[in-house]
C-alpha cells in the first residue's frame, strides 16, 4: 500500500476538487474540479521524476464520451435547470453533497492508482513519449475503479464532508472567483493556493487517516489494476 508521504498531494486535491460542485456559479463549477485533478497528476509525476508535457496530462486524463451525459447537459441548459441548481447551491449543503462526495471519491482513486502506476514503473519519462501507453495506463485506472467500485471512498468523504460542511462552504467561497472567470490558468492558480490552505490541509488528513484505516480496499485496487497492466501487455 503507497505511504501517506505518497498520497498527500492526492489527498490535498481530492478535497479541492470535491469544493467545486459547492461553487455556486451556474455551468462552471466544475472548472475547478478540472484544475484539481490536473494539478495532482502533474504533482504526482514529478514526485516520481516524471515531468509531463501538456499532452501527457490530457492523456492521463481523458474521459470517456457519454452520449447521454451530452444529451442531459444539452437539455439542462435549454430547459434552465442551472437556475434552480444555482439557488440550491445557495441554500442547500446536503443537495450538493452526492455531487461533491463523488467527484472527491473518483479523484482520490484516480489519484492512488495513478500514484501507484508511477511508482511501479508503469510510467516513467521514456513512456511518455509513447501515448498508447499512456492511454493503456488510463484505461486500466477507469477499468479497475469500475470493476472495484468506489463505496468505501465514497463512505470515506461522505462523513468527512458532512462533518466539514463549514470548511467545504468556505473553501468554495474561495474559489467563486477562479470559477467565475472560466479561465483554466487562473482557476489552477486559485486550486495551487487553496491547497496551502489550513481548511485543506485538516480535511486531506483526515481523508490520510481513512486511507489507512482502509487498507484491505486500497490492496485490492492495486491487486486490480496490476492485473489488468498484465492483460494489457501480454495482449
Known amino acids: 500500500m503507497l505511504s501517506q508521504a505518497e498520497l498527500d498531494a492526492v489527498a490535498k486535491f481530492s478535497v479541492i476538487s470535491g469544493t467545486g460542485p459547492l461553487i455556486p456559479v451556474p455551468c462552471a463549477d466544475n472548472i475547478v474540479s478540472i484544475a484539481a485533478n490536473r494539478h495532482m497528476t502533474l504533482t504526482q509525476c514529478r514526485k516520481f521524476g516524471v515531468e509531463p508535457l501538456s499532452s501527457d496530462l490530457n492523456a492521463l486524463q481523458w474521459t470517456p464520451i457519454n452520449l447521454f451525459t451530452i444529451i442531459r447537459k444539452c437539455l439542462y441548459i435549454c430547459c434552465c435547470c ?34 501507484y502506476a508511477l511508482k511501479q ?83 486531506a488528513d483526515a481523508v490520510q487517516s481513512a486511507i489507512h484505516r482502509q487498507k484491505d480496499y486500497f490492496e485490492t485496487l492495486e491487486a486490480a489494476f496490476a492485473a489488468k497492466m498484465t492483460s494489457v501487455s501480454e495482449a
Do not use: P
Not at 490552505?197 to 480535511?203: E, F, H, I, Q
Open 121 to 203: 514503473g508503469y510510467i516513467t519519462q521514456a513512456k511518455c513519449a509513447d501515448k498508447k501507453a499512456l492511454h493503456d495506463v488510463r484505461t486500466a485506472i477507469l477499468d479497475t475503479i469500475d470493476k472495484v467500485g468506489k463505496d468505501t471512498v465514497n463512505n470515506i468523504f461522505r462523513t468527512i464532508f458532512k462533518g466539514e460542511s463549514a470548511a467545504m462552504h468556505g473553501e468554495a467561497d474561495t474559489l467563486i472567483e477562479a470559477a467565475r472567470s472560466k479561465d483554466d490558468v487562473r482557476a489552477e492558480s486559485a486550486v495551487v493556493e487553496s491547497a496551502t490552505s489550513g481548511r485543506v490541509r485538516g480535511m
Open 82 to 115: 442551472w437556475i434552480l441548481e444555482f439557488v440550491f447551491k445557495k441554500c442547500c449543503f446536503f443537495l450538493s453533497i452526492i455531487d461533491s462526495v463523488s467527484t472527491a471519491a473518483s479523484c482520490l482513486n484516480e489519484g492512488y492508482l495513478l500514484t
